[in-house]
């Protein structure tokens, strides 16, 4: 056991997330991400959601100040009358974390895959909100 590392962490989620570089992207996937089929390394998390990871990870994970909007989220499919109330559980534990942080970008769907296809890895959850992907590209210290 080390002292303050949020236990949620698993020893490949810690590696990945010393080996990321400045402007390096990390998914974090909800169970109905096709995590396994875009990931270049994929990392699982099973039995935890998306936000409990999200905190876990912003008390190690410098966000990117030098873009807009570092953390992004999946759009809503146009007609899909889904209104994701998860994103505000986001914003909360974004605020909280003490990150630069202005509003998230939002990405269409099929953006959102070809992105996570670039991301240094994916974070499989066990999250069933939907819409509850989020991408959070690594700042500096």
């Known amino acids: 056991m080390l002292k303050n590392i ?3 962490l698993s020893p490949e989620l810690l590696k990945t997330l010393m080996e990321m570089g400045h402007g390096d992207e990390i998914v974090l996937a909800d169970g109905n991400f096709p995590a396994a089929s875009v990931a270049q ?5 099973d039995g935890h959601g998306v936000p409990e990871l999200l905190e876990a990870v912003l008390k190690l994970f410098p966000l990117d100040i030098y873009v807009d909007r570092p953390v992004a989220l999946m759009s809503v499919v146009p007609g899909d009358p889904t209104k994701p109330t998860i994103l505000e559980q986001y914003r909360t534990i974004v605020k909280a974390s003490g990150e630069k942080f202005s509003d998230f970008e ?9 992105r996570a296809k670039k991301a240094y890895a994916v974070v499989a ?3 069933k909100a939907l819409y509850a992907n989020i991408i959070l590209k690594k700042g500096v210290l």
Not at 106 to 114: I, Q, T
């Open 6 to 8: 949020p236990p949620i």
């Open 41 to 45: 390394r994929l990392i699982r998390s």
């Open 106 to 114: 939002f990405v269409e769907r099929f953006a959102f895959y070809e």
């Open 125 to 127: 959850t066990s999250e």
